[in-house]
């Protein structure tokens, strides 16, 4: 199976950068599509960017477009994203996800970590 573990969350003041790391385990990472979510307290887990498993095909929510980058690192089986610019409304949980490349759905998915802007 796979095993993902965020890292890199914290708090930041508005207008600040952070970037998030995931590192996956247990199965070939090459092989896999990568996602962040995110979840704000009170709402649903939201779509946030996504990677394909060669390092193309980048896809951004419309809310963080031009704002965070999603990259890959595939010999040391980490998935980043890079948040620039960040808002108040950026405040959630993140998670990281995986895919196999052939599926639709991620079926796996870190514990999360805390990223909390500041105004």
């Known amino acids: 199976q796979v095993q993902l573990v965020e890292s890199g969350g914290g708090l930041v003041q508005a207008g600040g950068s952070l970037r998030l790391s995931c590192t996956a385990s247990?199965?070939?990472?090459?092989?896999?599509?990568m996602g962040w979510f995110r979840q704000a307290p009170g709402k649903e887990r939201d779509f946030v960017a996504a990677i394909n498993w060669s390092g193309g095909s980048p896809r951004y929510a419309d809310s963080v477009k031009g704002r965070f980058t999603i990259s890959r690192d595939n010999a040391k089986n980490t998935v980043y994203l890079q948040m620039n610019s960040l808002k108040p409304e950026d405040t959630a949980v993140y998670y990281c996800?995986?895919?196999?490349?052939?599926?639709?759905?991620?079926?796996?998915w870190g514990q999360g970590t805390q990223v909390t802007v500041s105004s």
């Open positions: 996800a995986a895919r196999w490349a052939t599926r639709s759905m991620y079926d796996y």
């Open positions: 247990g199965r070939t990472f090459s092989g896999l599509d």
